[in-house]
């Protein structure tokens, strides 16, 4: 070994959230976050826990405001605990039933599919791909989850992801005029998602039911780590002072499943059970 050798570290400082986290996976159990197995470099990982109250140069307001937080926030923000969300909104995701493994079933290339896209910057952008089977199910199959990259490079990445002339039933997305001008400038051509949360609530819970076969009729893969993460995370706002909770999601964690919604919304509610949309263009 070369004495006086330089170091190299990264260090991740982050609050905790679901165990379902890569950062949960990979810092805390030493596992590869998509494969499960062991790192071959676990030796070298290292994990130090600290709470608000470590840090001397935070109020006394702001330390109060977290005291005053309650459920799975307080234990998160306060305590400092990788946790699982109290209150979620699809209490009915299970990973055994509602998670793929592995490969697309045999001729699912021939499938007609979807996408749903919402847009963010500080924030992730989340893309994410569906295909539609011959008994109606939605397969959640890909998905682009990043933060802090302009919608050209979207544009680009969402462009490559698939073979040169794969076609699309439509794209649902967010109503930001320039994201979507910008897409459609690159080919990709969106529509207006439905953006009524109560409605699309109760349209994913409405697929994600067992049919009497036996199966959902809302199925994602085990390559969207992130969407299937937020599943579990996806919560509703706890009640407060005694009172009863707004019926509305917590805005936190639900980058993937605002365009879960658009495309379950016009699968199940408009008119995206039929042809192709005029104009809108294959993929390049």
């Known amino acids: 070994m070369v004495e ?4 190299h570290k990264a260090i991740f400082d982050c609050n905790p959230k679901s ?24 030796a070298i990982w290292s994990n130090q826990h600290w709470t608000p109250q470590d840090n001397p140069y935070l109020s006394k ?5 977290l005291e005053a937080m309650t459920g799975t926030q307080r234990r998160r923000m306060l305590d400092g ?36 896209i919402d847009f963010g910057y500080t924030n992730p952008f989340v893309c994410l791909w569906g295909a539609i089977d011959p008994d109606g199910r939605l397969w959640i199959y890909r998905e682009r989850y990043l933060a802090r990259q302009t919608v050209q490079v979207h ?3 969402i462009i490559a992801a698939e073979p040169r002339g794969t076609s699309y039933r439509w794209t649902v997305a967010d109503h930001d005029a ?23 609530i ?40 005694g009172r009863n909770a707004k019926e509305a999601p917590i805005k936190d964690r639900d980058h993937a499943m605002d365009p879960i919604r658009y495309m379950v919304m016009k699968l ?14 294959p993929i390049k």
């Not at 006086?4 to 170091?7: D, F, K, L, R, V």
């Not at 307001?61 to 405001?65: E, I, N, P, V």
């Not at 036996?214 to 579990?232: H, M």
């Open 61 to 65: 307001d702001f330390l109060a405001t």
């Open 178 to 200: 320039e994201d979507r001008a910008t897409l459609h400038e690159a080919g990709i051509r969106t529509q207006r998602a439905s953006k009524n949360v109560e409605s699309g």
């Open 81 to 116: 605990v990788w946790c699982e969300g109290e209150g979620a909104v699809y209490s009915e995701f299970d990973e055994d039933i509602h998670v793929h493994k592995g490969k697309m079933p045999a001729g699912w290339e021939r499938w007609d599919k979807v996408r749903g």
């Open 202 to 241: 109760k349209a994913v819970k409405e697929r994600l039911k067992l049919q009497p076969d036996g199966r959902p009729r809302l199925i994602v893969c085990d390559c969207c780590p992130e969407t299937i993460s937020e599943f579990y995370d996806y919560a509703w706002q706890p009640a407060v002072d």
């Open 4 to 7: 006086n050798a330089p170091s």
């Open 19 to 42: 165990q379902r986290h890569w950062l949960y996976k990979a810092g805390i159990l030493r596992q590869n976050p998509e494969t499960g197995e062991p790192l071959p470099d676990a």
């Open 155 to 157: 544009a680009k990445a």
């Open 268 to 281: 199940d509610h408009g008119r995206g059970g039929g042809l192709a949309i005029p104009g809108h263009l």
